[in-house]
């Protein structure tokens, strides 16, 4: 309920550089975890080199993306290999770069909410893919762990994550579709009777049919960011990657399906946008 409170606040303030903050703490506080799990946060300059390119990235302005992002990857990779052969051969190379290659996959996946913010025609269309983002993951996963618990039987992927199943694979697909599809029909409602606050009146239709198909590919993707980050945890012996939420574990093991998802809907949002008008 804290969490979903402060979600609430920053999307009521989600067309001012609160957006950027919060992608911003989230997004440093996910590579410490990763950093932290590897048992990388010797020396200091690696751990801090990480959490600053994750610090950053959600404050590059979207029209400077295409000159500025690229310049800060290119600095991010000289430094990383410049602290690389000044701590040779103390530091595993193979570990840097797996963290090298983390830290930019999240830091630049939970940017695409900065960018879904900035390119789309009215606040309320953004606010509205968010949830998309949110709700295929989150509906997956509750969908999931309950239709799991009650009739789960085969694995998924035993020696990933034991207590998936495909049968709450199933029931994770079936609740992103209604779940995702009810959020469509709230939020159109809400928009036309102006109960958004200043966001209201955006005008614009959604194509419910379009949610319904794209839904299971969102939640599939949440489910392999899921799988991916429990390899991960597998690697380094980790059963969280962090306890900032009790019950729930780190900032990314509450978000390893956003990584996945947020890059596609802001895809799909580009190309393919499920928002009519």
């Given at each position: 309920?804290?969490?979903?409170?402060?979600?609430?606040?920053?999307?009521?303030?989600?067309?001012?550089?609160?957006?950027?903050?919060?992608?911003?703490?989230?997004?440093?506080?996910?590579?410490?975890e990763?950093?932290e799990?590897?048992?990388?946060?010797?020396?200091?300059?690696?751990?801090?080199?990480?959490?600053?390119?994750?610090?950053?990235?959600?404050?590059?302005?979207?029209?400077?993306?295409?000159r500025?992002?690229?310049?800060l990857?290119?600095?991010?990779?000289?430094?990383?290999?410049?602290?690389?052969?000044?701590?040779?051969?103390?530091?595993?190379?193979?570990?840097?770069g797996?963290?090298?290659?983390?830290?930019?996959?999240?830091?630049?996946?939970?940017?695409c909410?900065?960018?879904?913010?900035?390119?789309?025609?009215s606040?309320?269309?953004?606010?509205?893919?968010?949830?998309?983002?949110?709700?295929s993951?989150?509906?997956a996963?509750?969908?999931?762990?309950?239709?799991?618990?009650r009739f789960g039987?085969?694995?998924?992927?035993?020696l990933?994550?034991?207590?998936k199943?495909?049968e709450?694979?199933?029931?994770?697909?079936v609740?992103a579709?209604?779940?995702?599809?009810?959020?469509s029909?709230?939020f159109?409602?809400?928009?036309?009777?102006?109960?958004?606050?200043?966001?209201?009146?955006?005008?614009?239709?959604?194509?419910?049919l379009?949610?319904?198909?794209?839904?299971?590919?969102?939640?599939?993707?949440?489910?392999?960011?899921?799988?991916?980050?429990s390899?991960?945890?597998?690697?380094?012996?980790v059963?969280?990657?962090?306890?900032?939420?009790?019950?729930?574990?780190?900032?990314?093991?509450?978000?390893?399906?956003?990584?996945?998802?947020?890059?596609?809907?802001y895809?799909?949002?580009?190309?393919?946008p499920?928002?009519?008008?």
């Open positions: 309920m804290i969490g979903l409170s402060i979600l609430a606040a920053v999307l009521c303030f989600f067309d001012t550089p609160v957006v950027n903050v919060a992608v911003s703490f989230l997004s440093a506080l996910a590579v410490y990763v950093v799990a590897a048992g990388c946060t010797r020396p200091r300059s690696v751990l801090l080199l990480y959490v600053a390119f994750a610090a950053v990235v959600p404050f590059v302005g979207t029209n400077l993306v295409s500025i992002l690229p310049v990857i290119y600095a991010f990779f000289v430094l990383t290999f410049t602290v690389c052969m000044r701590r040779y051969p103390q530091l595993d190379i193979t570990l840097v797996f963290l090298l290659l983390a830290s930019m996959g999240i830091s630049l996946s939970m940017n909410i900065v960018l879904i913010r900035d390119r789309t025609t606040p309320a269309v953004g606010i509205y893919y968010i949830l998309m983002i949110l709700g993951a989150w509906w996963d509750a969908g999931a762990y309950f239709v799991g618990s039987k085969r694995k998924l992927a035993p990933i994550s034991p207590k199943t495909v709450g694979l199933y029931g994770g697909l609740c579709v209604l779940g995702n599809v009810v959020i029909l709230v159109t409602f809400l928009d036309r009777n102006h109960l958004l606050g200043g966001y209201s009146g955006a005008g614009f239709n959604i194509n419910y379009y949610v319904a198909l794209v839904s299971p590919v969102l939640a599939l993707a949440g489910v392999l960011g899921d799988l991916s980050a390899v991960v945890k597998r690697r380094f012996g059963k969280d990657f962090g306890s900032i939420m009790p019950g729930h574990g780190g900032v990314l093991d509450r978000f390893d399906s956003v990584l996945f998802t947020a890059p596609l809907v895809l799909l949002m580009r190309f393919w499920f928002v009519i008008g």
